[in-house]
C-alpha cells in the first residue's frame, strides 16, 4: 500500500513539474512576442548610397517608433519624439550613461511644467547613423527606460513616414 501512494505522489509531482515547465516555456514565448510588438526595431540594419545611410523603422502596435541605438556607445532604447526639442534621458538612463547634469533648465512637458537639468552627448546613433556633441536633457522626473530622441537629433536628418514605417536618412 505505501509504494502504491509513493507511485500516484509521484506521478502528482510529475504533472505538476510538467505543467511548470510548460507554463515557464509559454511565459517565455509570449514575453519575447510582447518585447517584440513593442519594439520591433531592435536589430537595426542600414541601407547605404554614395549620397546617404539610411535606415528604416517598423511602428510599434502603439503607434509609435521605438528603436535601439547608442549613446556614447552604450545601448539605449529610443521612443522618436518629434515634438520634443531636445534628447531627454531619464535619470535612471543618465546615471548609467555616467552623464554630468549642467544648468537647470524650466521645461513645458506633455505633463506640465518641469525642470530639467541640460548636457551634451559626444555621440548619439541609430543604426549606422551617428551624429556628434549633441544637446540632450536629464530629467529626474521622467519615468521608464526609453530616452525621447527628439529634435536636436532628427533635425540633422531627413526622415518621411511610409505607411507603417519611418525612413531615416543621413546625407
Do not use: C
Not at 505543467?19 to 531592435?42: A, E, M
Not at 547634469?101 to 548636457?119: E, L, M, R, W
Amino acid at each position: 500500500m505505501n509504494e502504491d501512494n509513493f507511485q500516484k505522489r509521484l506521478g502528482k509531482g510529475m504533472t505538476v513539474l510538467g505543467w511548470i515547465v510548460v507554463l515557464g516555456i509559454l511565459t517565455v514565448y509570449f514575453s519575447r512576442y510582447l518585447d517584440q510588438q513593442n519594439n520591433p526595431n531592435k536589430a537595426l540594419s542600414t541601407s547605404q548610397t554614395d549620397d546617404y545611410k539610411q535606415v528604416q523603422l517598423q511602428r510599434n502596435r502603439y503607434g509609435h517608433y521605438l528603436a535601439n541605438g547608442m549613446i556614447n556607445s552604450t545601448e539605449v532604447v529610443f521612443l522618436l519624439d518629434t515634438g520634443a526639442t531636445d534628447i531627454t534621458i531619464p535619470e535612471k538612463i543618465a546615471q548609467k550613461l555616467r552623464l554630468k547634469a549642467g544648468i537647470k533648465i524650466p521645461v513645458q512637458t506633455a505633463n506640465g511644467q518641469t525642470v530639467v537639468y541640460a548636457t551634451t552627448l559626444d555621440s548619439v546613433s541609430i543604426g549606422e547613423i551617428e551624429l556628434h556633441g549633441v544637446n540632450a536633457n536629464i530629467n529626474p522626473y521622467m519615468q521608464g527606460e526609453e530616452v525621447l530622441l527628439g529634435m536636436s537629433f532628427l533635425r540633422h536628418l531627413d526622415f518621411a513616414q511610409q505607411g507603417e514605417q519611418l525612413l531615416i536618412r543621413q546625407y
